[in-house]
């Protein structure tokens, strides 16, 4: 009997504008002075991603692919369409988005846990485990902003590999990190998606994690879908593409 499909992100007509601010002082033209314009991002894409499914998004910079996932995260709201997320839990995985640099690294886990859903008393259960896989150590005690580019991966993966939410957004993560957490990590994510019910989608521009790692893949051009289909086939296109581009 064929396993009825389930969907977990549905993604109706999005649409993401940005104001883009050329020229503005307060001080020498007031708030008359203001000149912006407005960037369109993501222009009215459309999909749908079914429970369990593993998908890739790529394309060029600047093609929509982090606000895309932004949305889906409700750090940006659309402009216009719809995304439905259906119940799910979801969790992010971004450098540079999340944490409080102010605060320590073990009160980013309480706060990241907490905002996720958990609570606190979950997330007590997990902290140990979080601190020993982000192998950071006494650093862990110490306010985020004094850590380097690694230190912060190596703290987000962990609070996102450790609580396990029903949909992972993971955003360019895996080239950030020495090399023995970078294999590590990467291990970790095979490990976590090859649970059925879990939903990710992955941004990246390693072709190598595109393709063993999804099962489709979203290919973005000036923010809009150029193709979608298996993963190996649309990032045979993408790379030809992106040769000719070159």
């Given at each position: 009997?064929?396993?009825k499909?389930?969907?977990?992100?549905?993604?109706?007509?999005?649409?993401?504008?940005?104001?883009?601010?050329?020229r503005?002082?307060i001080?020498?033209?007031?708030l008359?002075?203001?000149?912006?314009?407005?960037?369109?991002?993501?222009?009215?894409?459309?999909f749908?991603?079914?429970?369990?499914e593993?998908?890739?998004?790529?394309?060029?910079?600047?093609?929509?692919?982090?606000?895309?996932?932004r949305?889906?995260a409700?750090?940006?709201?659309p402009?216009?369409?719809?995304i439905d997320?259906?119940?799910?839990?979801?969790?992010?995985?971004?450098?540079?988005v999340?944490?409080?640099?102010?605060?320590?690294?073990?009160?980013?886990?309480?706060?990241?846990?907490?905002?996720?859903?958990?609570?606190?008393?979950?997330?007590?259960?997990?902290?140990?485990?979080?601190?020993e896989f982000?192998?950071?150590?006494?650093?862990?005690?110490?306010?985020?902003?004094?850590?380097?580019?690694?230190?912060?991966?190596?703290?987000?993966?962990a609070?996102t590999a450790?609580?396990?939410t029903?949909i992972?957004?993971?955003?360019?993560v895996f080239?950030v990190?020495?090399?023995?957490?970078?294999?590590?990590?990467y291990?970790?994510?095979?490990e976590?998606i090859?649970?059925?019910?879990?939903?990710?989608?992955?941004?990246?521009?390693?072709s190598?994690?595109?393709?063993?790692?999804?099962n489709?893949?979203?290919w973005?051009?000036?923010?809009?879908?150029?193709e979608?289909?298996?993963?190996?086939?649309?990032?045979?296109?993408?790379?030809?593409?992106?040769?000719?581009?070159?």
């Amino acid at each position: 009997m064929k396993k009825k499909r389930e969907i977990a992100i549905t993604i109706e007509d999005l649409h993401i504008y940005y104001k883009d601010i050329k020229r503005f002082s307060i001080k020498k033209n007031g708030l008359s002075g203001l000149n912006a314009t407005t960037f369109k991002a993501v222009k009215g894409i459309s999909f749908e991603i079914e429970k369990g499914e593993i998908v890739g998004i790529c394309g060029k910079n600047g093609s929509g692919k982090s606000t895309t996932l932004r949305a889906i995260a409700g750090i940006f709201s659309p402009d216009h369409g719809k995304i439905d997320l259906h119940g799910n839990s979801i969790s992010l995985l971004s450098i540079g988005v999340g944490f409080q640099r102010s605060l320590t690294g073990y009160e980013n886990i309480f706060l990241s846990g907490m905002l996720l859903g958990f609570k606190r008393k979950d997330i007590e259960k997990k902290v140990d485990e979080i601190i020993e896989f982000s192998e950071l150590g006494n650093a862990v005690y110490k306010p985020v902003r004094s850590y380097s580019s690694g230190m912060y991966s190596k703290l987000a993966f962990a609070i996102t590999a450790i609580l396990e939410t029903d949909i992972m957004l993971i955003d360019e993560v895996f080239s950030v990190g020495d090399i023995k957490f970078k294999e590590k990590s990467y291990n970790k994510m095979k490990e976590l998606i090859n649970d059925e019910n879990r939903t990710v989608i992955i941004v990246s521009h390693s072709s190598k994690a595109l393709r063993e790692l999804c099962n489709r893949v979203i290919w973005l051009h000036d923010g809009q879908i150029k193709e979608i289909g298996p993963a190996d086939e649309v990032v045979t296109h993408y790379e030809k593409f992106m040769m000719e581009e070159a």
